[in-house]
């Protein structure tokens, strides 16, 4: 069974904007396809690419705005409620936590968990 009903999936296709999308395709290219980045990516681990990771897709290529600039809608290290946790990063919407963005390295099992935060 599909994620998306086709008609709910193609209601939202036509309603992206083509031309904005195809700009940030390009920067998102340009960057995350060239080889000797990858291979530097690979190479790193989690905390060396972290806000390199962050800046680059999230800021540049996803257009979200991070904290301490103004209106921001990004934050990182967003502690959660329920441990003495951290995420790498928080989407905020309307200045609430919408989505959390949890960095692993290139040779980590990606589990996900459910994470209440403040």
């Not at 396809?33 to 897709?57: A, M, R, T, W």
């Amino acid at each position: 069974m599909p994620l998306f009903q086709k008609t709910i999936l193609q209601k939202h296709l036509r309603a992206l904007d083509v031309e904005r999308l195809e700009k940030h395709w390009k920067v998102f290219t340009e960057h995350f396809h060239n080889p000797v980045i990858q291979k530097n990516i690979c190479n790193s681990n989690e905390e060396q690419y972290q806000e390199g990771f962050v800046e680059d897709l999230f800021v540049r290529v996803l257009g979200y705005v991070k904290n301490p600039a103004p209106d921001f809608n990004f934050i990182t290290e967003q502690k959660n409620q329920g441990d003495s946790g951290k995420a790498d990063g928080a989407i905020l919407i309307d200045g609430n936590v919408r989505a959390v963005v949890e960095l692993k390295g290139t040779n980590t099992n990606h589990q996900l968990r459910h994470i209440n935060f403040t």
